[in-house]
């Protein structure tokens, strides 16, 4: 079992930055992939970014792309994900989920964290 906790939402205005951390522990191998996804009130969740912890492969949804970066510290048990030219509609719920292979549908990946807030508001 792999427990994920993320960190580092908040309110930010337009064009501002946040960075995400996605901290999680218990059994990974070097085929574990960890996601980022995002849900706002009454839609589905949605994938936005994945990274592998073997090998360092990265992929982005295309609302996100050139915009959002995602990297990991295997030292550290941690993903991140840097958010740069935030704007409105990227407000969300974000949340890091765990798989075994790279997969954008939220219904392949196991193991949720409790997600995080991202306000972008002036």
């Known amino acids: 079992q792999v427990q994920l906790v993320e960190s580092g939402g908040g309110l930010v205005h337009p064009g501002g930055s946040l960075r995400l951390s996605c901290a999680f522990s218990?059994?990974?191998?070097?085929?574990?992939?960890i996601g980022w996804f995002r849900q706002t009130p009454g839609k589905e969740r949605e994938f936005v970014a994945m990274?592998?912890?073997?090998?360092?492969?990265?992929f982005y949804a295309d609302s996100v792309k050139d915009r959002f970066t995602i990297s990991r510290d295997n030292a550290k048990n941690t993903v991140f994900l840097q958010m740069n030219s935030l704007k409105p509609e990227d407000t969300a719920v974000y949340y890091c989920?765990?798989?075994?292979?790279?997969?954008?549908?939220?219904?392949?990946?196991?193991?949720w964290g409790q997600g995080t807030q991202v306000t972008v508001s002036s």
């Open positions: 989920a765990r798989n075994s292979y790279y997969s954008t549908a939220p219904s392949n990946f196991g193991s």
């Open positions: 218990g059994r990974t191998d070097s085929l574990t992939v």
């Open positions: 990274i592998g912890l073997g090998n360092p492969r990265t």
